[in-house]
């Protein structure tokens, strides 16, 4: 009905998954690059979890059509299988014709196909949709299909895509042996309201709009507030505010056009998600103890408790965005790197901190952002734009030594360091504030730290940063297992991410 109002070529909210209208930003582009990655290079079975509406199953169309043509996919959409049919699935999608054997018959036949494609040069690569309806013993067969192997090969690759559910059955004792066989672990993350803003005009143009953003910066605040972040929630006030400002005939669209669709759809504002111990609340007023604990060190309290009332204030206005750590996410540039947070076992951690919760943990003398994860527009710039005249302003306003150190030491530190060196990144700024980095770096002197912190300029959006690491190792898989000793603190206060050197070396060179 709007489409011609908006000069749209077709609708561009449709919950159906189109992988036109696929969104890197808020990390799927990163977990979708990782997921290649980790299915062409590696082994070890992949999880990827995500709230209902997340983006699961959009997700998994687009790592259909990106995997390369040496890797042949089985797609199972129907996870409520039982042993036999989920085998039975797997045999046809190679061409098999097992209908009636035994299991012991089937999985033999699966391992001489799987060994002769192996030999071809392809991998296989079974995709399970909904993993969390799937039965226990069916995700049993799973586990046992995965130790299917020639010489130290690997002959199957497993991913699964599931609702948060799928770690609170993985957590149950009979499956600790398919869960300790699961090495890379990604987390749809909620949409953040500012990634919102680019959401929503991303998916207009998609759809053939060429004209200004039509979402007033209150009405997106909204639809993020009533939304939860959550994609198909998104989708669906965004639709009925279209078609409110439609019957309205304007083309802008305001907070009473939200509202209307909020009352049309029946959401509520306030609503939260399910309060889960592995997913962070997302509504900006809940935060887990673990985090409250972080936050009151970093703010000078050391082990002490921080007023929960003092850092919940500033809070009130931004959703939690839970990151789930995952383990071995290489991937090839740093912007496919720095949301995927890492850990050295494949359990939920704490949730990570927003940019606000990161901002209420250090001394509040400024306003300056810092950033755990950046959204798909904030693509870091070469840090030679910003190295000399971020240094320079250092050196000429003194007291900052500590910071003035570690940009020495991580100059140091890249000359003599090759293109495999990798490091892990802890958090980045969109503003260059010293004073606070100063106090930053005085907390990790103090826990003996300090050596282990580099400190690289950059620049994010036109402004300049600071991207903050931890450690230099000899590669990429050296660094995940380094994820192993990092501080406690760290782990909890931010999300820690793979980083490559080779980033920072190419620009620096």
């Known amino acids: 009905m709007y489409l011609e109002h908006f000069g749209l070529d077709g609708p561009p909210f449709k919950i159906t998954p189109v992988t036109d209208f696929f969104f890197s930003g808020a990390n799927r582009g990163e977990i979708l690059d990782a997921l290649i990655y980790a299915i062409t290079e590696s082994e070890g079975i992949i999880k990827v979890t995500g709230e209902v509406g997340s983006g699961k199953t959009m997700l998994c169309r687009m790592l259909l059509e ?22 039975y699935a797997i045999a046809d999608g190679l061409g098999l014709n097992l209908e009636g054997q035994r299991v012991n018959v089937i999985m033999q036949a699966l391992q001489n196909m799987l060994a002769q494609k192996a030999s071809e040069g392809k991998r296989v690569v079974v995709l399970v949709d909904e993993a969390h309806a799937m039965p226990l013993d069916t995700l049993e067969e799973l586990r046992l299909l995965y130790n299917l192997q020639v ?73 993020g507030k009533a939304s939860n972040g959550l994609m198909r929630r998104v989708n669906i006030l965004a639709d ?184 892990i990144q802890l958090f980045y700024t969109e503003d260059t504030q010293p004073g606070r980095m100063e106090r930053f770096l005085v907390r990790a002197n103090e826990l003996g730290k300090l050596s282990e912190i580099f400190v690289l300029p950059i620049r994010v959006n036109g402004k300049e940063g600071f991207r903050v690491l931890y450690g230099a190792y000899p590669d990429i898989k050296a660094a995940s297992t380094g994820t192993q000793q990092l501080p406690e603190r760290y782990k909890k206060a931010f999300a820690p991410a793979l980083y490559p050197l080779s980033d920072a070396q190419t620009a620096l060179n």
């Open 151 to 223: 010489g130290n090969h690997k002959l199957l690759q497993i991913v699964l895509f599931g609702q948060p559910e799928l770690n609170e059955k993985l957590n149950q004792p009979n499956m600790r042996q398919l869960k300790d066989r699961i090495v890379h672990h990604f987390t749809m993350l909620p949409l953040s309201r500012p990634v919102i803003e680019s959401y929503l005009l991303f998916r207009m143009r998609a759809a053939g709009y060429h004209g200004p953003n039509v979402f007033s910066a209150a009405a997106t605040n909204l639809i």
């Open 66 to 87: 990106r995997l390369p043509q040496q890797v042949e996919n089985i797609y199972l959409a129907n996870p409520s299988l039982s042993r036999e049919e989920m085998l």
């Open 240 to 423: 009925k505010t279209l078609l409110a400002a439609f019957v309205e005939d304007t083309h802008n669209i305001e907070v009473r056009h939200v509202q209307a669709a909020i009352r049309d759809s029946e959401l509520s504002p306030h609503h939260t998600l399910h309060n889960r111990k592995t997913v962070a609340m997302v509504g900006g007023i809940a935060l887990s103890a673990a985090l409250l604990i972080a936050i009151g060190w970093l703010s000078g309290g050391g082990g002490k408790s921080a007023d929960p009332a003092k850092l919940l204030a500033p809070m009130a206005a931004t959703p939690i965005i839970g990151v789930t750590p995952s383990t071995h996410a290489p991937v090839s540039t740093a912007s496919a790197v720095t949301a995927i947070a890492v850990d050295a076992t494949p359990t939920v951690s704490a949730p990570a901190p927003t940019a606000n919760a990161v901002n209420a943990a250090l001394p509040q003398t400024d306003p300056a952002v810092l950033r755990t994860s950046p959204m798909a527009s904030q693509k870091s710039e070469p840090p030679t734009q910003v190295a000399a005249s971020t240094v320079g302003k250092i050196r000429s306003g003194s007291p900052h030594t500590l910071l003035q150190q570690r940009l020495t030491a991580t100059q140091e530190m890249l000359a003599k360091h090759d293109k495999d060196s990798a490091s």
